[in-house]
T-cell receptor, first 112, second 116 residues
């Protein structure tokens, strides 16, 4: 079936540097995408979302970029902090479908 | 803390036993979801309720799994005759608002099941 996946399993980043996490998706019917952060022992936490009619959206220290041509999604974290250490998932939903399809997690480790 | 609570947080059981998990969504959230997550993987959708009606079930939800939301508030997920392959984190999420506005799903902390 169609799926969402991540390119890199682990990213180590120095505190204060920027982080970029990538995600490829294959369901062309998806029109809504979300990045989640999951810390150890906790459920996924919403970070930022983007609809398919946009190619960029910014939040506080985070930016999501969507390239529908190549079905690619990325999350940029500015000035990475120790509290950003977690597993990050991208997820997609196609129009009218309530379920979220998650990709494989990408571990971010922030080095103080 | 998102406001979604799950109980128990951890459950260890022997193969063949039945287990039941509970989820309390955010008050007045009409939609409730169950997901299963194995180590290193993203959550996989299991089932979804709108109020008390179970509207969608994944093919992952075998006949050993049953979920209920009798009063449209809390929900239970029961697994009968557990197998080692059922070991996973079971996550609950809730949401509210018009679907066309893509309402956020708020996740609980999960119940970690270990089947020995």
């Amino acid at each position: 079936g169609e799926s969402v996946g991540l390119h890199l399993p682990t990213l180590s980043v120095q505190e204060g540097d920027n982080s970029i996490i990538n995600c490829a998706y294959s369901n062309s019917a998806s029109d809504y995408f979300i990045w989640y952060k999951q810390e150890s022992g906790k459920g996924p936490q919403f970070i930022i979302d983007i609809r398919s009619n946009m190619d960029k959206r910014q939040g506080q220290r985070v930016t999501v970029l969507l390239n529908k041509t190549v079905k690619h999604l990325s999350l940029q974290i500015a000035a990475t902090q120790p509290g950003d250490s977690a597993v990050y998932f991208c997820a997609e939903r196609d129009y009218g479908n309530n379920r979220l399809a998650f990709g494989k997690g990408n571990q971010v480790v922030v080095i103080p | 803390d998102t406001g979604v609570s799950q109980d128990p947080r951890h459950k260890i059981t022997k193969r063949g036993q039945n287990v039941t998990f509970r989820c309390d969504p955010i008050s007045e959230h009409n939609r409730l979801y169950w997901y299963r997550q194995t180590l290193g993987q993203g959550p996989e959708f299991l089932t979804y309720f709108q109020n008390e009606a179970q509207l969608e079930k994944s093919r992952l939800l075998s006949d050993r799994f049953s979920a209920e939301r009798p009063k449209g508030s809390f929900s239970t997920l029961e697994i009968q005759r557990t197998e080692q392959g059922d070991s996973a984190m079971y996550l609950c999420a809730s949401s509210t608002g018009p679907l066309e506005r893509q309402p956020e799903q708020f996740f609980g902390p999960g119940t970690r099941l270990t089947v020995l």
